[in-house]
C-alpha cells in the first residue's frame, strides 16, 4: 500500500486526482472540518500542535498494521497544525482500493486510530466576543 | 437531511463543495469506478441502464429510512448511465455530516442499498481484441 503523509500550517489543499492502476474500483476522500460547537461551547476555531516526527511515525506505523487488515492501493492523509478556523477542515484523507469494503474500513480505522494514539494536540479557541 | 438524486448520461462532474451550517465536522466523498477485472475477465468498459424514475423513488425511499438510522445534514448521489470506460466514475456521492460516525455508515449503507435494490443495471462489455 502506498503511503503518503504531509503536515501544513496552511488550509489543505486536495492532491490532484489519479489513479496509478486500472484496478481501482473505489476513490473515497474524507474532510475533517473544525465546527463551531464543541462540548457545547461555540468556538472560533481551534489550535492544532503534533510532535511532528513522532506523530508520522506513529501513523506509519498504525497504517502498515491496517494495511494487513484491509488492503487497499493507496491513502494519502494531510494534516493542519496550527490555527484552524470553523468551517475548515483540519483533516483530509484520501484512499484508493480495488473495492469499496476495504477502503470504507480503512478510512474509519485510519481516523480512530489518529485520533486515539498519533501525538497531535487540539486546544479548543472560544469565539471572540459580541463587538 | 437533504437529499439529491442525479442521473446523467456524462461524465460526472462534483458538485461545488459548500458548507450550508458552521455543524458539519465530515464531508465523505465517494467515488465508485469501472474496473478492468470483472470475475476474471478484461473489460473496456460498462453499460449502465435505470428506470429512471422507480430507481429515484426507490433509492429515495432507502435514504428516508437510512437518514432515521444515520442522520446526516446532506447526501448527494449521481449515478452515471451509459457506456462507462475503464477509469472512469459510474457513481458518485457525497455526504455531510456532524460526526464521521454517521456519515461513514450512510455511506456504506447507500452504497449496498443502491447495490442490491435500485432498478440500476449494468452489462458487462469485454475488451476490444488486440489490433
Redesign the interface.
Known amino acids: 500500500m502506498d503511503i503518503t503523509i504531509e503536515f501544513t500550517p496552511d488550509p489543505i489543499v486536495m492532491p490532484p486526482a489519479h ?1 496509478p492502476s ?16 464543541e462540548n457545547g461551547s461555540a468556538l472560533a476555531g481551534l489550535h492544532y500542535e503534533a510532535h511532528e516526527k513522532m506523530a508520522r511515525r506513529r501513523l506509519e506505523q498504525h497504517l502498515a498494521e491496517l494495511a494487513t487488515l484491509y488492503p487497499c492501493v493507496a491513502i494519502h492523509c494531510i494534516h493542519r497544525l496550527g490555527w484552524v478556523p ?2 475548515e ?1 483540519s483533516l483530509y484523507i484520501r484512499i484508493l482500493s ?1 473495492h ?1 469494503g476495504e477502503g ?1 474500513a480503512l ?2 480505522a485510519t ?1 480512530d486510530r489518529l485520533k486515539q494514539d498519533v501525538p497531535i494536540w487540539k486546544m479548543t479557541q472560544p469565539s471572540p466576543p459580541a463587538p
Open positions: 489513479l486500472r484496478e481501482i474500483g473505489a476513490a473515497l476522500e474524507f474532510h475533517g472540518i473544525v465546527r463551531e460547537l470553523v468551517g477542515a480495488a469499496r470504507i478510512l474509519a481516523i
